[in-house]
């Protein structure tokens, strides 16, 4: 258990639906970071947020948004999915500067049909 | 940019040596990682360099050139379970994150 925790692990939904990805960070960990892998794929950078505020935002389309709230636990919203949304999405949490670069939580796979 | 290249495959035979080669684009540059990631998994953390030169971790080992934007893995003593992805990830400056290369599929084959 890496302390990084998603869930669902898995997802299947049909296309122009919505979901809802959760993740809590490792604890003491302020920054949370999203990533894309889709199949072969490499890790894409989707949106990192710091102590509850967007740090950082990379590919992410604009059907995609998320949050961190207090607690540090963040989530993020996929909307009007397309097949070609199906992906795993991880989640990664990490202090600032770290040597260990992040860790990262087992995944959500979502299956778009 | 900020482009990140490392070989897509590479096979190797159990016992072997094998040497996973990566290079960036210097500007900015604030350190490099190594990650490890078996199918449909999680990546895990392998090796850190951020200065010049190379750091052994028992079988593992990570050398870094900064001024030529180029840094290798090197997997010692090749064991079935190395089969993995070998994922290159570079943090630069002004940002804490990272940066990945499409990662290296190596196979290690009996």
């Known amino acids: 258990d890496s302390g990084v925790t998603q869930t669902p692990k898995h997802l299947i939904t049909a296309t122009g639906q919505r979901v809802t990805l959760r993740c809590s960070p490792r604890?003491?960990?302020?920054?949370v970071y999203w990533y894309q892998q889709s199949l072969d794929q490499g890790l894409q950078f989707l949106i990192q947020y710091y102590n509850g505020e967007e740090r950082a935002k990379g590919n992410i389309l604009e059907r995609f948004s998320a949050q961190q709230f207090p607690d540090l636990h963040s989530e993020l919203n996929l909307s009007s999915l397309e097949l070609g949304d199906s992906a795993l999405y991880f989640c990664?949490?990490?202090?600032?500067?770290?040597?260990?670069?992040?860790?990262f939580g087992s995944g959500t796979r979502l299956t778009v049909v | 940019g900020q482009n990140i290249d490392q070989p897509t495959e590479m096979t190797a035979t159990e016992g072997a040596i094998v040497q996973i080669n990566c290079t960036y684009q210097t500007s900015g540059f604030n350190g490099l990682f190594w990650y490890q990631q078996h199918a449909g998994e999680a990546p895990t953390f392998l090796s850190y360099n951020v200065l010049d030169g190379l750091e052994e971790k028992g079988r593992f080992s990570s050398f870094l050139s900064r001024s030529k934007g180029y840094s290798y893995l090197l997997l010692k003593e090749l064991q079935m379970k190395d089969s993995a992805s070998y994922l290159c990830?570079?943090?630069?400056?002004?940002?804490?994150?990272?940066?990945f290369g499409t990662g290296t599929r190596l196979q290690v084959f009996p």
């Open positions: 604890s003491g960990d302020l920054s």
């Open positions: 990664a949490s990490s202090v600032d500067d770290s040597h260990y670069g992040y860790t």
């Open positions: 990830a570079v943090r630069f400056y002004n940002t804490d994150k990272l940066i």
